[in-house]
């Protein structure tokens, strides 16, 4: 495309130089002089677009795609210059007199065929723009377009001067610098915007309304946005509740990448997790994160948060590896203690139940203990009123394990799916022979 962009302006100087020096015309060579900077506009878009499609390296981890942006900035400074010279020659011939123009029928004709090609780039290089989201091909058709409206003016004030009409030719030539200024104005703020990194209003906007559709439990603390080369780059910091796991904090920055990438088409986003910390997050949760930052801590379960006597106190269970000593499992105990009222005053102490880490075991299915798994579905239905859906043994060193799982209404909270997999878990200890332990798991 720049290629042919090259070719045109190459020809379209040619032509306009010709009939301008054959007529006298200023306001045919200023727009052969605008065609020389639309010259330089498609050899500076092929050099960038060439510069920009190159990958990330090391000394830029962003790409080279400013390459198009410092392309058309240079474009809208040689527009300016350019634009300057043709008012001041339009005034002088204005305000001295002189340059008389021969607006022959062969030299409108020239001004006819230039507006024909000036139309047909400028709606190509639009569409190429749009489906690339080049800036530089985007800057070329803006400054074709502002050729087409020159081409105008230069063939009405050829006709003017045909018809009799004095200094029409300089007027027009005025017109056309005005455009070339209004042209090269937009283009230098644009691309000055690009290069400073400023942000894309209509990306951020939404790229936030997406985050912010994700729901409260994710909280949006920062988006900074840049645009370049047509993509965006989208830099976010979310905070997630304290108790969150590495996976699950994991699986939210993917959910809010996905969320910006459909909001704004081809961004590159990168998310950081904070944990949240505001007034309104479960105490526990704080607790639980606030422990699982000591370094030799390896599980930490069933948090609890107690008012005694207007203090606030929190309780636990430590697991470590079963064979830490005593006094160095009391030493890691302590620095949960001090971790935890450190980081929340509110909380005035911890107390911690100390346990060993589950050593992994060696089991086996068993799949004719008839009478252990009846007495089991027995169990089931007298506390649940109907049978399981579904009930496994697996034979340990240390005796039986049953595996239950319960159907449950789709209507019953978890506190009682929880009270009533406790209910059948201590009734199958207690009352089925060989079994030492029962894993219950209640589904709707």
């Not at 527009?79 to 011939?93: C, D, G, K, N, T």
């Not at 530089?136 to 050829?158: N, Q």
């Not at 830099?235 to 910006?260: C, F, S």
């Not at 105490?283 to 008012?307: F, G, M, Q, Y």
Request: aromatic share 2%; proline share 4%.
């Amino acid at each position: 495309m720049a290629i042919v962009s090259i070719a045109a302006a190459v020809f379209l100087i040619v032509i306009k130089l010709v009939a301008g020096l054959a007529s006298g015309s200023l306001a045919f060579i200023s727009e052969a002089i605008h065609s020389g900077t639309d010259l330089v506009s498609a050899i500076l878009a092929l050099f960038a677009i060439s510069v920009a499609a190159r990958p990330a390296d090391r000394d830029h981890p962003y790409g080279h795609g400013k390459a198009e942006h410092l392309s058309a900035a240079a474009e809208a400074l040689v527009l300016v210059a350019v634009a300057i010279w043709i008012s001041v020659e339009a005034i002088q011939r204005i305000a001295e007199g002189g340059g008389h123009v021969d607006a022959t029928w062969w030299v409108i004709g020239v001004a006819v065929l230039v507006l024909a090609i000036d139309l047909l780039r400028t709606v190509t290089l639009f569409r190429a723009a749009r489906q690339h989201g080049s800036a530089a091909l985007k800057a070329s058709a803006m400054h074709f377009a502002s050729d087409m409206a020159g081409t105008v003016a230069v063939l009405v004030g050829l006709l003017l001067v045909r018809a009799g009409v004095e200094n029409a030719d300089s007027v027009a030539a005025l017109f056309v610098s005005a455009l070339v200024l209004i042209a090269g104005a937009h283009l230098l703020r644009e691309n000055i915007n690009a290069l400073m990194d400023s942000v894309p209003d209509a990306d951020e906007l939404a790229a936030r309304r997406a985050v912010e559709a994700l729901g409260p439990a994710i909280e949006l603390r920062r988006l900074r946005m840049r645009q370049s080369a047509g993509r965006s780059f989208a830099d976010v910091v979310i905070g997630v509740p304290p108790g969150e796991a590495v996976g699950r904090a994991h699986a939210v920055a993917d959910v809010v990448e996905d969320a910006i990438e459909r909001a704004v088409p081809g961004a590159d986003v990168v998310v950081h997790v904070e944990p949240r910390d505001d007034d309104d997050q479960d105490l526990a949760d704080r607790v639980l994160a606030s422990a699982h930052a000591v370094p030799r801590v390896r599980e930490v379960h069933n948090v609890r948060i107690l008012h005694v006597g207007g203090r606030v106190e929190a309780t636990m269970h430590l697991k470590l590896p079963p064979d830490t000593p005593l006094g160095e499992a009391g030493a890691v105990a302590a620095e949960v203690d001090a971790a935890v009222t450190r980081d929340i005053p509110q909380v005035s102490a911890v107390r911690t139940h100390l346990e060993p880490l589950d050593a992994a075991g060696q089991g086996e299915e068993l799949s004719d203990a008839r009478d252990t798994e009846a007495a089991v579905r027995d169990v089931v239905a007298a506390v649940c009123g109907e049978a399981p859906h579904d009930v496994r043994l697996v034979g340990t060193g240390d005796g039986v394990v049953a595996f239950v799982t319960l159907s449950l209404g789709d209507a019953i909270t978890l506190e009682q799916a929880h009270d009533t997999g406790g209910a059948v878990r201590r009734r199958i200890r207690t009352e089925v022979p060989g079994v030492v332990d029962a894993f219950v798991e209640a589904r709707p």
